[in-house]
Each structure stands twice: as C-alpha cells, then as structure tokens.
C-alpha cells in the first residue's frame, strides 16, 4: 500500500516515525517495521521534492556539473579529486571548466571515486 503526505503535520510526524525505526537499528527492525520505514521514506522523499520544493532545479548534463554535483555532495576539492583519481589538477580543471573533454582515465577514475553510475557518463558524454 502506498502512503502518501497531505500536510505538513504528516510529514513531520512520519519524519518522527522514520528516525524512531532508524534508530532502533536495522538490524533489529522486523520485516514489516522495514517494508513500512521504505515506504514512508518514498512518501517523505516525494513530499520533499514536489511540496516543499527540495529537488534540485535541474539535472546536470553535463559532465562537468555531474562531477561538481558529486563534489559539492562529498565536500572534495578538484584537487583532491585529481590525487585520488591519479591525474594532473591542471588536466582535472581543464575538464571542469570546458577547456578540455574528459576522456577513458578521466571517465573511469570519477566512476569509481565519486561512484557515478557508468551508464549516467554514457549517457551524458
């Protein structure tokens, strides 16, 4: 059964309800404290997004916004980012900024740091 949010007070009440099982630990939930906390945190996270105006604007579409979506999220620098993924900072913020397109080493090292799905990058390439 689907739930749905249609005020305010239900939504902060359902927040209290998901935070009560969260905290009970997952391992202690039983399968239908589980199946009910997964449901209301689809209704919540609808909720959010088409009620109180918490879903980003737009999409990236690019790879240089996918990647600073992922950044900004993870709270990393290019520069760590380039350490990480083994390539010059310099090739990292030529890609960033448009000056330069990303490539196979490029592709590969944000696919596996910032765990981007390879059919996202596939699709936006």
């Known amino acids: ?6 005020s305010k ?6 927040i209290v309800e998901i935070y009560n099982l ?3 630990g997952e ?10 906390l997964s449901k209301m945190s689809i209704a919540v996270e609808l909720y959010e997004d088409e009620i109180l105006g918490l879903k980003p604007f737009k999409e990236p579409e690019t790879i240089p916004e996918l990647v600073e979506l992922k950044l900004f999220e993870r709270k990393m620098t290019q520069a760590r980012l380039a350490e990480e993924i083994g390539l010059a900072k310099s090739k990292v913020s030529e890609i ?5 397109k990303a490539d196979i080493s490029f592709l590969k090292g944000i696919h596996k740091v910032l765990k981007i799905d390879a059919g996202r990058l596939l ?3």
């Open 1 to 6: 059964m689907k739930i749905e949010i249609k």
């Open 9 to 14: 007070r239900e939504y902060h009440e359902m």
């Open 22 to 24: 969260m905290n009970k």
């Open 27 to 36: 391992g202690k939930l039983t399968k239908l404290e589980s199946s009910e």
């Open 96 to 100: 960033l900024n448009g000056k330069r």
């Open 123 to 125: 699709e936006i390439v």
